[in-house]
C-alpha cells in the first residue's frame, strides 16, 4: 500500500526555519518523483518543489531559500525551509507521481498519491 506522511510543521517567526519530512512506504523512492505543495487559505494548490532521478525543482517564490533533498535508506524526502516569509504560511502537502518532465512538475492532476499535509504558519 502506498503511504506518505508529512511532518515537521509548526510555528516560526519570519527568517525562522523548519524542515519537513515525507516518510515514503509501498514504493522505492528511485522509481518516482515527490512533489511538495502548498494551500493557504482561499488559494489554490501551488507546487513548490519536485524531486526525481537527477532533478530537483522549485518554484520561483521559494528558489535560494528552500531546499529538497531525500534519503533513499529511510525512503523519505525532506524540504528544508530557510529565511521564512508570512506568505510561505499553508498547509504543505507532499505527493508522488511518476518521473515528470519539467513542465509538468507543478500540476496537482499529475500525483496520484497524497500525504495528509502539515501545517507551516509563519508569524511574529
Known amino acids: 500500500e502506498v503511504q506518505l506522511q508529512a511532518s515537521g510543521g509548526g510555528l516560526v517567526q519570519p527568517g525562522g526555519s523548519l524542515r519537513l519530512s515525507c516518510a515514503a512506504s509501498g514504493f522505492a523512492l528511485d522509481d518516482h518523483g515527490i512533489g511538495w505543495f502548498r494551500q493557504a487559505p482561499g488559494k489554490e494548490r501551488e507546487g513548490v518543489s519536485y524531486?526525481?532521478?537527477?532533478?530537483?525543482l522549485y518554484a520561483d517564490s521559494v528558489k535560494g531559500r528552500f531546499t529538497i533533498s531525500r534519503d533513499n535508506a529511510k525512503n523519505t524526502v525532506y524540504l528544508q525551509m530557510n529565511s521564512l516569509k508570512p506568505e510561505d504560511t499553508a498547509v504543505y502537502y507532499c505527493a508522488r507521481s511518476p518521473r515528470l518532465i519539467s513542465s509538468l512538475w507543478r500540476a496537482p492532476s499529475n500525483y496520484a498519491y497524497w500525504g495528509q499535509g502539515t501545517q507551516v504558519t509563519v508569524s511574529s
Open positions: 524531486i526525481a532521478v537527477g532533478r530537483k
